[in-house]
């Protein structure tokens, strides 16, 4: 079976940093656009990052200059680099992998991630 494993969530106080981690355990990874959303409690899931099969990055407006998708398609990993956090960024975030082809989607069963003093 495959599928997606996020860790590195926690908490962190507002302007740290913290990495997530995603372990992508598909065959063809190379060929998926990787993203990552996050979701806070009664409100819809939202796009954070993403990044295409061709290297194309997009991110939410919000967290440019902030946060950095990347990639290793040797080690099948999808990370979330995240800077100077703010309390609005406290979420649950999701790793997700799509292919180019749109016939396969794969969801992780996210990480919480908090920003408090």
């Known amino acids: 079976q495959e599928q997606l494993v996020e860790s590195g969530g926690g908490l962190v106080q507002p302007g740290g940093s913290l990495t997530l981690s995603c372990a992508a355990s598909i065959l063809g990874f190379s060929s998926y656009a990787v993203a990552w959303y996050r979701q806070v409690a009664g409100k819809q899931r939202e796009l954070v990052a993403r990044?295409?099969?061709?290297?194309?990055?997009s991110y939410l407006d919000s967290v440019k200059g902030r946060f950095t998708i990347s990639r290793d398609n040797t080690k099948k990993q999808v990370y979330l680099h995240m800077n100077n956090l703010k309390s609005e960024d406290t979420a649950v975030y999701y790793c997700?992998?799509?292919?180019?082809?749109?016939?396969?989607?794969?969801w992780g069963q996210g990480t919480q991630v908090t920003v408090s003093s």
């Open positions: 990044m295409t099969g061709g290297g194309t990055i």
């Open positions: 997700n992998a799509d292919h180019i082809s749109g016939l396969a989607d794969y």
